[in-house]
């Protein structure tokens, strides 16, 4: 038999995932990845917003991929994927590679969006490593002794994440910041659906001395502050926007099918809806499944990946293939919220929710660190 071609794109979490199953699986007696990612390292996206508190450093968060991949002997390149040929069957990329491909993983995960909304530029999203790096830089700039005002435009995860980290960050300077959370929706996290952890998060923030305001949504951001929807303008030193994820562009101009902002439709197989050959495990996927929608988390797209690699094995082998089963669906969430002061929230169901240090030492210890000693020599 041949050796097939696989070509994975991505090197977050379902990019690396998807190359550990490739060697548990033993797909590597039948067929060669070659893995791209245009950073060359791995994110560790949900302790990003501790870099603002200086709790974790750029060290403790990323894993370089290049000495990971060659752990599992897979041929790994930093490059950026700029055009895939569906038909064709290839991929070319930034540095003009053009390789071809008998399975395509699409694992690009997603990015921040504004909604068109006025004056993106004056505003610092919070999605990536660089974004946190340009916050930092941001912070120290501004001067703490005359209590600046930092706005958070959105009270998602990342967003209350964000303003508990800056209350520590302030905290430990001595000094004082009026630190404000706008949400468009009348409540703190809540896409969880969970109606307890919306209130215990809005009362340990408010109790650390954030500000909500509820209901409001941004129509524009100016150099000196946020306007809202009711045409109020909250003034602002700085203005972090954590307010909306769309798919990754690399997307935006392929024929798949997308809904929504554009997410890639994916079969409970998690391959891409009429093209069997191409799997889109993670963040950039729709997967709504026995209608149940899947929630755009690390461990989700953890075990999508698997099953990709699964699929793609069982498909050289002739077998059917297996369906995946949501994890962290929307009719079910699980989470856990770091809100700063070494405090989180344990989310489970759409009824039970605990705040507390245990669930923050959860977090750090046997999720955060135990996940990234993978990229420990
Ligand atoms: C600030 C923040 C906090 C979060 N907190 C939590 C949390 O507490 N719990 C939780 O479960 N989830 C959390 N999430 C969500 C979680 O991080 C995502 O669900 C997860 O990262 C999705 O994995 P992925 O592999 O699909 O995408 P990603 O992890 O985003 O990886 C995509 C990869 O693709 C690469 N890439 C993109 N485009 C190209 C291209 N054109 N060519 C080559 N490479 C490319 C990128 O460099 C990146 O490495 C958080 C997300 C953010 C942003």
New binding site residues.
Partial sequence: MTRKKIVL?????????AVIEYHKEKLEDLADIIW??????????????ELISEKVSVEDVTGD?EKFAAKFGVEFHR????EVDLDGRTVK??SGLTLDYDFLIL??????TFFNIKGRENTYP???LDD?LKIIDALRELELSKKPRIVVVGAG??GV??AGELVDYVKKRSAVADIYVVEKVGKAVPFLGNEKASKLVEEYLKSRGVNFLFGKGVTEIKLDGVVLEDGYFLESNMVIW?AG?AP???VKNLNLPKKGRGWVVVKPTIQVEGYEEVYA?????CAIFDSDVA????????L??KVAITNIKRTIEGKTLVKHRIA?SVRSP?????LGGNQAVLVYGRRFAHRGRLPYII?KIY?EKRYMSRFKD
């Fill in positions: 794109v991505g090197g977050g979490f379902a990019g690396v995932e791209i990612d245009k950073n060359g390292r791995f994110e560790y996206l949900p302790a990003l917003p991929l490059d950026t994927v700029e990329t930034k694992a690009v995960g997603a990015e921040p919070a999605y990536h946190y995860l990342t994440e964000v954590t994820v990754n562009s690399l495990p993670g963040d950039i996927n929630m755009k988390m690390a461990e989700e797209a953890m999508q990946a962290f699980k989470s856990l919220i770091s977090k999720v």
